[in-house]
């Protein structure tokens, strides 16, 4: 009796298994649940330390932003493409996203200070003329020049420890400005200090290394946006590579319509007023302009884009170096220039330099052709002045006046000008 009992509950509950075995296996729904997902592959994303330039570190930039790199928190705008290859290393500049949050993006720059083809002709001629092989560590053979030496030994950054580096920054220093590089480096821990304690000797290499090819990246380290001056923000450096805020060289512009370059031409007119003209009485000049020169941001506001051609005089305190302390030269005179270049005399630059200069290249590409009879005539009258004024001081800051004066009612007050929109609506700045 206990036998016939037990079988039949034996077959029923093998039956009943059996069908919740069929109905999962029915169940997609059930069954996706039931099974573990496969593991999510995710790409991965192949960074060169020759590409960064992080292999010749301690002669590069810095490092403060490469965890961004690596943790993919800084794309190259080719990585959102499906076969996310690095774009090549030859460009000089890149457009990028960047991100602190993972969830929304923006623009950014990345930049060279100089070609890939420059920066291996300079690490040549460092191996070749410091230690005569064709190849060398590069930072073993900066260690041991004379002028790394001083560095090593000064507690401050002092006139004749940058004398004939190339950069027009550093032409006609003054005490006062090279203070405040050492102040506000952007590549070490905050110190606030004149003095260069906190700057360990692989610190002061970035640094000479930096000012020696291009102080672009200084410059908008010191003169922070933040601030009010006209650069792009600076965002860190991985190996030879910068990082700042993204803007559109003013070269796209050229062919805008006639409200957007008169606009940007006002802006023009406006940011070299403030480069000569500022509270901490420093004297901004260009040796050289082009169409990549000045940037246009996302919402219609000109900064200067690339500041390796600016120079600096103080007009609170002047040069400490004399011309002939200029001519002072050595490897990192010729990192990226020909060491034959002569300095520009610190007495020879004057206030309407930077206005002639942009009068001459920019302005009249930007503004050619763009208004009706018999605007468009007095406009290129005006800047024709303006661009043969050198000998005539007073003649260039008329013209550039009557220039403005022509050009504010031609701009429009719209959404396209975001930097200054809807404020144009209820001032009379505008």
Not at 281 to 307: E, M, Q
Not at 371 to 399: K, M, T, Y
């Amino acid at each position: 009796m206990g036998r016939w009992i037990c079988c039949p509950c034996s077959r029923v509950a093998d039956s009943l298994m059996l069908l919740l075995v069929l109905a999962l296996s029915c169940n997609p729904a059930t069954a996706a649940t039931a099974s573990p997902s496969a593991p999510h592959v995710k790409p991965s994303y192949s960074f060169g330390r020759t590409f960064l330039g992080l292999d010749k570190c301690n002669a590069c930039i810095g490092t403060s932003i490469c965890k961004k790199f690596f943790k993919e928190e800084i794309r190259f705008d080719t990585w959102l493409s499906s076969r996310l290859k690095l774009p090549p290393s030859y460009l000089l500049s890149y457009s990028g996203n960047y991100t602190d949050d993972a969830k929304s993006w923006r623009l950014v720059d990345i930049t060279r200070l100089t070609s890939k083809y420059r920066h291996d002709r300079a690490d040549k001629r460092i191996c070749t003329s410091l230690l005569k092989t064709k190849t060398c560590s590069l930072e073993r053979a900066l260690r041991r020049t004379h002028r790394f030496q001083k560095w090593l030994r000064a507690k401050r950054l002092t006139p004749d420890l940058v004398q004939g580096l190339p950069s027009p920054m550093l032409r006609c220093p003054s005490q006062r400005l090279l203070d405040r590089i050492v102040r506000r480096y952007a590549e070490v821990p905050d110190a606030g200090s004149i003095y260069m304690d906190h700057l360990t000797d692989r610190d002061k290499l970035r640094l000479l290394y930096t000012l020696s090819v291009n102080s672009h990246p200084i410059l908008l380290q010191i003169f922070p946006d933040v601030e009010g001056w006209p650069f792009p923000r600076y965002l860190g450096s991985c190996g030879r590579l910068v990082v700042s805020a993204s803007t559109r060289p003013l070269r796209d512009f050229f062919g805008s319509a006639p409200e957007v370059a008169a606009d940007l031409a006002l802006q023009l007119l406006a940011v070299l007023r403030s480069m000569g003209t500022n509270d901490l009485n420093y004297f901004f000049y260009f040796t050289h302009v082009d169409g990549g020169t000045f940037g246009v941001f996302s919402n219609g506001h000109l900064f200067i884009r690339d500041a390796s051609t600016l120079g600096i005089i103080d007009k609170e305190e002047g040069s400490q170096l004399i011309d002939g302390q200029q001519e002072y030269k050595d490897i990192f005179s010729c990192l990226t220039v020909d060491c034959q270049s002569a300095f520009v005399s610190c007495d020879s630059i004057g206030e309407k330099h930077s206005l002639v200069m942009v009068c001459q290249e920019l302005l009249p590409k930007l503004l050619k052709g763009k208004f009706l009879q018999p605007v468009q005539d007095q406009i290129d009258s005006f800047l024709q002045r303006c661009a043969d004024g050198l000998a005539d001081d007073q003649g260039v800051n008329e013209a550039v006046a009557k220039l403005a004066e022509l050009l504010k009612p031609l701009r429009s007050c719209d959404s396209r000008f975001a930097y200054r929109y809807p404020d144009c609506k209820y001032s009379d700045k505008y």
